[in-house]
């Protein structure tokens, strides 16, 4: 059984570009999480998704950032313009529809603004 | 409001040893509380998880953590240390009546070091 896939694993652009990130959840789970990691912030939590539909995008940092779930296999977190500071790593994770809540997280992508 | 704390920033331990990783936590009521951890360049992978029962719960790789609700810890505890066991380690905690939905709340994350 495949776990949580994220596209690109790796992505290096330019400030200023748009950047799209692509999360593919566990097959059957209704919960997707987007989180941030960085060496000063540490683990924070952008936005979550039941059902595809946001429910808290209170982490997210500001209006470049944005998130989407068009159905329940896909989501994008997209950054436009894209600045040094958005440089990290971004996790997505799932979980199932139980009162368990346990999350699975993707590989991430580690991302680089220049 | 649900938070969980993580007093020590790296822990050391000879291999062979036991090892000992602290997590306290607050919540309004019952928490569910999990350990996860982070090898480098990899995602997190969950080791275990106290949702309600017994209050010594046992997980991957020979890990285990113990309930305190008096307390209000839970910390990792595995009785002999690896080598391969050097990674970072997250506890994260969820409060299920708190209103907050079914997010977690992550520590800042504990550097265990093994050595020889």
């Known amino acids: 059984d495949a776990g949580v896939i994220q596209s690109p694993r790796h992505e290096v652009t330019e400030m200023g570009q748009e950047v799209t990130l692509r999360c593919k959840p566990i097959?059957?789970?209704?919960?997707l999480f987007w989180y941030r990691q960085t060496m000063m912030r540490g683990l924070e939590l952008l936005i979550y998704f039941n059902n595809n539909v946001p429910i808290d995008d209170s982490g997210m940092p500001e209006d470049r950032f944005s998130a989407k779930m068009p159905n329940a296999s896909f989501s994008t977190l997209k950054i436009q313009p894209s600045e040094p500071r958005d440089s990290a790593v971004y996790f997505c994770?799932?979980?199932?529809?139980?009162?368990?809540?346990?999350?699975?997280f993707g590989p991430g992508t580690r991302l680089t603004v220049l | 409001a649900q938070s969980v704390a993580q007093p020590e920033d790296q822990v050391n331990v000879a291999e062979g040893n036991p090892l000992t990783v602290k997590c306290t936590y607050s919540v309004s009521g019952n928490p569910y509380l999990f350990w996860y951890v982070q090898y480098p360049n990899r995602g997190l992978q969950f080791l275990l998880k106290y949702i309600t029962g017994d209050n010594l719960v046992k997980g991957s790789y020979g890990f285990e953590a113990e309930f305190n609700k008096s307390q209000t810890s839970f910390h990792l505890k595995k009785p002999s240390a690896l080598v391969s066991d050097s990674a970072l380690y997250f506890c994260a905690v969820r409060d299920p009546y708190g209103g907050g939905g079914n997010k977690l709340t992550f520590g800042t994350g504990t550097q265990l070091k093994v050595e020889l």
């Open positions: 097959s059957g789970h209704n919960s």
């Open positions: 994770a799932s979980s199932a529809p139980s009162g368990a809540d346990t999350q699975y």
